[in-house]
């Protein structure tokens, strides 16, 4: 394809760049005049039953996917000389260009400014029940007002098993130095992979470097590295990384899928913690992308419009502040009040001296929340000497049976079917052991009679071939009024 061809009703005005698949152009919309980025599959790869059943699932994902932080897809067409997708036309960086040419290692309060973006359209596409399997920088562009767009779905897969297998098991799909030790080892992958490659590229943001050097070691020794060792300090490679995001770094990173954050949603929780920056501050990464100077080292930006800050009791605006003593005495009387109130409240509900007057009234007596614990707990200790068995007709009585909420860590489904999923796991873990801390445990209902525990553990497992070895874990097990689980995760 050349410039000044048209496909569509787009007019090719410039070539964007080129791949191992195909090149990318840049069309003008002949009416309207808007532009989109156009990806043609290259012509001698135009009659390869696998390339373009590829290309077509890229174009199949796409079309699934509506989000802010996802470019968009506006027409496939497919002729006999060639396969073209039409799609949203960014301008701006891809990421490592950006960390390359501009920013370097990005300082924190940039990096969660971008990297909320980028969760927020990961963890929209895995609602949709689409892992991407090649997330890396070079697939996330940055506009010159600091969005971040998310491309490239072109080894996709659809979690319900819609899109067509377009590989053969136990093969290896991504970008090397980004892949889950699951994706190493041409495991089965679901969105806990796609999270392993998000936290490698959160350390790169922070550190500006690669985690693994490419250009000195072999593929094997990477691979090698990936499966097998901790991943580096990212302190080792920059000194200002925060004790905090390295902690959200080896959470991300974790060897078990188990380990890792179980959604986007709860690795944006983790990120946006109290040391996050306000969000009423100005974006910083306005205008960075095309070159221009950040106020990146500015930490807090401090309004002052007094003149005169040695006595600002001169100023227009200035309110004199209560008095110390006064303040005190106010908070004493609020503290007074509420203990007043809370005392009362619990009287009644309680009704420790067990009046007839507020017998009608005392909601926390006798309620299930008491009576029904001992049971809940021998449930729990049921159900994880059940799987102990990994005999799943063992487990099947536990489970409700909607199939799709099994494994719903905040409400996502993670596997289509709960029975091959442990299958599955069991073929890694061939023994697992449970030591519940009972001292730990929780207890508690909801509105609707849902039991809601949380407790503390030690998960000992033995993979084949090697020693047994336990990680500690707490988790939160969901049961319906029947005792049945319909949620189970980890915290």
């Known amino acids: 394809m050349q410039v000044g061809e048209q496909v569509l009703n787009y007019k090719i005005t410039a070539k964007l ?13 002949i009416q309207l005049g808007r532009k989109a980025a156009i990806k043609a599959l290259h012509p001698n790869l135009v009659n390869n039953p696998m390339i373009r059943e590829r290309f077509k699932n890229e174009a199949a994902t796409m079309a699934h996917l509506r989000h802010p932080n996802i470019v968009g ?5 497919e002729t006999t000389n060639g396969l073209y997708l039409v799609m949203e036309y960014v301008q701006g960086k891809p990421l490592d260009d950006y960390i390359q040419q501009i920013s370097g290692p990005i300082p924190e309060n940039i990096a969660i400014q971008l990297f909320v973006q980028i969760l927020d ?3 929209y596409a895995h609602n949709q029940g689409v892992v991407h399997r090649d997330i890396k920088p070079s697939n996330l562009i940055i506009n010159p007002e600091g969005e971040v767009k998310i491309l490239d779905f072109g080894i996709a897969k659809l979690l319900d ?6 590989t053969q098991a136990g093969s290896r799909m991504g970008t090397i130095l980004y892949m889950s030790p699951e994706q190493v080892k041409g495991q089965e992958v679901d969105r806990r992979s796609d999270i392993y490659s998000l936290g490698i590229t959160l350390f790169q943001m922070l550190t500006g470097r690669s985690v693994y050097d490419e250009h000195n070691a072999t593929e094997y020794d990477i691979y090698n590295q990936i499966v097998n060792n901790p991943l580096p300090r990212a302190k080792s490679f920059y000194p200002k990384v925060s004790d905090r995001m390295q902690a959200i770094i080896d959470q991300a990173t974790a060897k078990m899928p188990y380990e890792r954050f179980q959604s986007c949603a709860e ?3 983790a990120l946006l913690g109290e040391n996050y920056l306000s969000k009423t501050m100005p974006n910083p990464l306005l205008n ?8 990146i080292a500015q930490e807090t930006v401090v309004a002052q419009t007094n003149k005169n800050p040695i006595n600002p009791s001169q100023s227009a605006d200035y309110v004199p502040r209560p008095s110390t003593r006064l303040r005190v005495y106010s908070w004493l009387n609020f503290l007074f009040l509420i203990v007043l109130l809370g005392g009362g409240a619990g009287f009644i509900l309680f009704n420790p001296m067990n009046l007839p007057e507020l017998e009608q009234f005392a909601l926390l007596k006798n309620t299930p929340l008491v009576s029904q614990e001992p049971r809940v707990r021998e449930r729990v200790k049921e159900f994880y000497k059940a799987i102990e068995t990994h ?7 536990f489970y409700r049976d909607t199939v799709a909420q099994y494994y ?11 029975k091959s999923s442990c299958e599955i796991y069991w073929k890694t873990y061939t023994t697992e052991r449970h030591e519940i801390d009972w001292d730990t445990f929780e207890y508690t209902t909801d509105d609707t009679g849902n039991y809601i525990v949380r407790f503390k553990m030690k998960y000992y497992f033995q993979m084949a071939g090697k020693k047994e070895d336990y990680v500690n874990v707490k988790a939160e097990i969901k049961f319906d009024p029947d005792l049945k689980i319909f949620s189970i995760a980890k915290l």
Do not use: C
Not at 288 to 295: E, H, I, L, N, R
Not at 408 to 418: G, H, Q, T, W
């Open 408 to 418: 719903s860590f905040k409400n996502s489904r993670l596997v289509p079917d709960i």
């Open 161 to 166: 098993g819609s899109s067509k297998s377009l």
């Open 288 to 295: 960075t992308v095309m070159g221009k100077t950040p106020p």
């Open 121 to 123: 359209g990961f963890d």
């Open 267 to 269: 690795f944006k929780r």
């Open 17 to 29: 760049g080129e791949g191992g698949m195909g090149s990318v152009y840049v069309g003008s919309h």
């Open 391 to 397: 005999q799943f007709e063992n487990l099947k009585p």
């Open 73 to 77: 897809l506006y027409d496939y067409l």
